[in-house]
Each structure stands twice: as C-alpha cells, then as structure tokens.
C-alpha cells in the first residue's frame, strides 16, 4: 500500500533484511484513523487519530526508524511482549517439578521474555486487507529458555467505530508458560508532559511491589491511596506522595487487578487528553493491567520529529495477566497446554 498521510513512517526507513528475513513497513486505516506497524518486534509505529481541533494527533510516542528502535535505550516502544510479558523473579520458571532458567535482564529477573524476547525477532506478516495486518512468529523450543515450540499469532484492525485491535492467539507443543501485551507508549496531546491526562481505572485492587518491581503475593486495595483511579484523576495529582508503592517504583508502574473480570472483553480504563480532550478507552480479556507513567524516561532516546523521551511525557497501558504468576500460586495460571489455545483481545477506542 502507499504511503497514506503526511506524519506516517516511511518504508525507506525500515526496508532490510535481518536474521535472513525481509522487514518491512506496512499502513493500515479506516474511517478517520490511521496507523503503521513494522514486523520487527510485530510492533506499532504511528496511530494517527483527530483532536477536538480536527487536527490529526499521532498518539504512539516512539520511533520512526528501524535503526533508532535498535540502537535506542529503551527496546519496547509498540512492540509485542513474549513470552512472558512482564516480571518472572529470578527468571526461573518450575513446570511439573522442571525447572527452567530464563535469562535475566532487570535486576536479576526475566523482564518481558528476556533480552532476545518476541520484541526483538521479524515476525512473519500478510496485510489481510486496507484495515488489517497480522503477524506470525514461532518461538522455538528452549528459545530465551522457555520450554515448547510456540506458535504465536497478532492480529491488529482499525475498525469503523476508531478502534484499535490486537487480537492474539497461540498454541504449543510443550507445557510452557503465554502472557502476551502490546508495549505502546501513548501521550493524547502527542507531546509534552502526560501528567495532567485525567486516568480512569476499573480496579479497586492493585498488585503490591518489593524493591525489584515483583509482586510480592497479595492484593491491596486502591482505597485511600494514590492508586485509586475509579473516578477520573489526573495523572500527577498524587504522583508525589510518600506513600511506599510510589517510592519502589519512582511513581505507578504496578498491575491493577480489574474488577469484574470473567473473561469476556469488558471497559479496563479512559483516560484523556488535557489538550487534545481525546479519549481513548481500553477494553480487554484479559485479568490485569499495567499502568506505567513514564518514570524511566530520561530523555536519552531521539524519537519522532527529533523530540526527546523525557521524565514522564508517555503512559503505557497494557493488558495482560499478572507478573510473575509461574511462581505465586494464587494468582490467575498463566499455563498453556498442548491442545489448547492462548486467546486474548484488547481494543483501544479513541472519539473525542
């Protein structure tokens, strides 16, 4: 496909060959909202969408170029996460009485699948038509330590309604361990500092943190603290205060526990653009969501427009089940067994 509107990547910047396989760029739009997808890392380069202004804001802060999404600081802007998406502690992973060792990347733990992990690796892709792309990947047993071949699959379609959706699928051949997300960084104003975006979350629990960012086993309640986000509060508001959760973590970077959940596609969060005044709704499958803020951002990346990732000019919401679940035995199994399929499904709408 052309290339469809001034602001979008180009394909120059991302057409080579990596591992003996073609990357590439690919558009995708419908009805009002745009995006661009490369296959390195199955991940998200643009998403164009309309402010209260009618003027057209792209709400993905990241890269646009294959060579600064490798040569940057932080590796996971738009990309798919897997295996395992977020935190195993020690990177060790026991199925069955086996134990696996997974390499360890963030203070001694396996953070999104390892270092070599799915955000790394040139998917396969086939544009399904103007408004759908997906994406395959087999993940080969004993790769980044994980037991089984597992094949994985991401679909992502822009729908009449202006949403966003990443529908993930994936089998085995081998008992192992999915938790698969999507590692966007959003700012609805398209720059600046996020802390003014007005956040709602449908949790009234929240995951606890030690000092290595693992959750340590239960769950607390938002009440009277500053992660209580069922009505809507900007971001910063509390950001601030001395409460023990905000200081491990230098602000939120935790897994929120959503209410209600049986499985089925339900509301997780909104959250809106001060400037802007978009919103963008979050719906999932899935039991989890990581609300991260920006805390690491240290402006050493050079991004779209030459802008700098600054201290908490981005968000990332992502869907997912709970860090660390192989190893706590109360949380929801993250286990996948041969004959069965992972399923998941996450939208992001956007209107203003």
């Known amino acids: 496909m052309k290339r469809l509107t001034t602001g979008l990547a180009s394909r120059e910047d991302f057409k080579t060959t990596l591992d003996g396989k073609q990357v590439d760029l690919f558009y995708i739009k419908n009805k009002g909202i745009e995006a661009t997808f490369t296959n390195y890392g199955a991940r998200i380069i643009n998403l164009l969408t309309p402010n209260s202004y009618g003027e057209i804001t792209d709400v993905i802060i990241g890269f646009d170029t294959l060579?600064?999404?490798?040569?940057?600081?932080?590796?996971?802007?738009?990309?798919?996460?897997?295996r395992y998406a977020n935190r195993i502690a020690k990177g060790k992973l026991l199925i069955d009485g086996v134990e696996y060792q997974l390499p360890t990347d963030a203070e001694g733990n396996?953070?999104?699948?390892?270092?070599?992990?799915?955000?790394?690796?040139v998917w396969d892709a086939v544009q399904l038509d103007e408004s759908t792309i997906q994406f395959t990947y087999l993940s080969k047993d004993a790769e980044q330590g994980f037991p089984g071949n597992l094949l994985a699959n991401v679909i992502y379609s822009l729908t009449d309604a202006a949403e966003l959706k990443i529908t993930y699928s994936a089998t085995t051949d081998q008992k192992t361990v999915c938790n698969l997300t999507n590692?966007?960084?959003?700012?609805?104003?398209?720059?600046?500092?996020?802390?003014?975006?007005?956040?709602?979350?449908?949790?009234?629990?929240?995951?606890?943190?030690?000092?290595?960012?693992?959750?340590?086993?239960?769950?607390?309640?938002?009440?009277?603290?500053?992660?209580?986000?069922?009505?809507?509060?900007?971001?910063?508001?509390?950001?601030?205060?001395?409460?023990?959760?905000?200081?491990?973590?230098?602000?939120?970077?935790?897994?929120?526990?959503?209410?209600?959940?049986?499985?089925?596609?339900q509301l997780a969060a909104?959250?809106?653009?001060?400037?802007?005044?978009?919103?963008?709704?979050?719906?999932?499958?899935?039991?989890?969501?990581?609300?991260?803020?920006?805390?690491?951002?240290?402006?050493?990346?050079?991004?779209?427009?030459?802008?700098?990732?600054?201290?908490?000019?981005a968000f990332c919401l992502e869907t997912q089940h709970f860090p660390d679940s192989p190893n706590q035995l109360n949380f929801p199994s993250t286990i996948?067994?041969?004959?069965?399929?992972?399923?998941s499904t996450t939208i992001y709408k956007f209107f203003v």
């Open 67 to 82: 060579e600064g999404i490798r040569n940057g600081v932080d590796a996971y802007h738009g990309a798919t996460i897997g």
């Open 110 to 121: 396996c953070l999104h699948g390892g270092s070599g992990g799915f955000h790394t690796v």
């Open 183 to 265: 590692h966007s960084f959003f700012n609805l104003n398209g720059t600046g500092s996020t802390n003014k975006h007005k956040l709602r979350i449908y949790a009234s629990l929240f995951l606890p943190i030690n000092a290595e960012m693992i959750p340590i086993g239960n769950y607390l309640s938002v009440e009277n603290t500053a992660f209580d986000f069922l009505e809507f509060m900007e971001i910063g508001s509390r950001i601030n205060n001395r409460e023990e959760q905000l200081l491990l973590s230098n602000g939120y970077d935790h897994t929120f526990v959503l209410n209600k959940h049986d499985q089925v596609l």
């Open 270 to 313: 909104e959250i809106i653009g001060d400037k802007s005044k978009i919103c963008m709704q979050v719906y999932t499958t899935e039991p989890g969501l990581q609300f991260y803020g920006g805390n690491f951002m240290q402006g050493k990346n050079i991004l779209k427009n030459g802008v700098t990732d600054e201290f908490r000019t």
């Open 336 to 343: 996948l067994e041969p004959g069965k399929e992972f399923a």
